[in-house]
C-alpha cells in the first residue's frame, strides 16, 4: 500500500509500518499548517531519520516551501 503524504487519512497513516497515532497525528498536523510535505521536513517534523522502508509506502507532492514558516515552526 502507497498513500500520498497530503491526502492520506489519519487512520491511513497509523497503518504504516513503523507509525502510530503519535507519528500520524504529527503528519496531520504538520501538513494542515504548511500545505506540504517532502521526506527531509517529515524527518525534520518527527524529529528522526526516515527509514527507506517507509519512505517507499510514501508518496510525496512537488514542494513549494516558505522555508521561513516551516523553519520557525520547527525551532519554536
Do not use: C, H, Q, W
Given at each position: 500500500?502507497v498513500?500520498h503524504?497530503?491526502?492520506a487519512?489519519?487512520?491511513?497513516?497509523?497503518e504504516?509500518?513503523g507509525?502510530?497515532q503519535?507519528?500520524?497525528?504529527v503528519?496531520v498536523r504538520?501538513r494542515?499548517?504548511h500545505?506540504?510535505?517532502?521526506?527531509e521536513?517529515?524527518?525534520?517534523a518527527?524529529?528522526?531519520?526516515?527509514?527507506?522502508?517507509?519512505?517507499?509506502?510514501?508518496?510525496?507532492?512537488?514542494?513549494?516551501?516558505d522555508l521561513k514558516s516551516?523553519?520557525?515552526d520547527l525551532?519554536?
Open positions: 500500500m498513500v503524504i497530503l491526502t487519512s489519519e487512520a491511513e497513516l497509523r504504516l509500518p507509525s502510530g503519535k507519528t500520524a497525528g503528519i504538520f494542515e499548517k500545505k506540504t510535505m517532502t521526506p521536513l517529515l524527518s525534520l518527527l524529529g528522526r531519520a526516515i527509514p527507506g522502508y517507509l519512505l517507499d509506502l510514501l508518496e510525496f507532492p512537488e514542494a513549494v516551501l516551516v523553519s520557525d525551532t519554536g
